[in-house]
């Protein structure tokens, strides 16, 4: 049985090893958000909007392999279903 892939809760990146996950108030690793989203339990961009965060994937695409048009198209379909981004 294949383990399911944790992904940042707020950009969707993989979380698949320690080095990846960003860190809690206390210093432990935080399960939900990678190490470029959430430092020392605080955001790294707290003012940054969904659309922005959609828009700021595109700088990524090269690293995933994806054009631009298609690490877009990928950000609004999964950033507004990831945990950070949901309407309360």
């Known amino acids: 049985m294949e383990e399911e892939m944790i992904i940042c809760q707020s950009c969707s990146m993989p979380l698949a090893k320690d080095e990846e ?21 605080n955001f790294t961009k707290p003012e940054q909007t969904l659309e922005e965060a959609i828009a700021e994937s595109e700088d990524f695409a090269d690293a995933a392999g994806m054009s631009k048009e298609e690490a877009r198209k990928y950000a609004e379909e999964v950033l507004p279903k990831l945990k950070r981004w949901q309407q309360d």
């Open 21 to 41: 996950k960003g860190t809690n108030a206390d210093g432990s690793k935080n399960e939900e958000y990678c190490v470029y989203c959430f430092v020392n339990g």
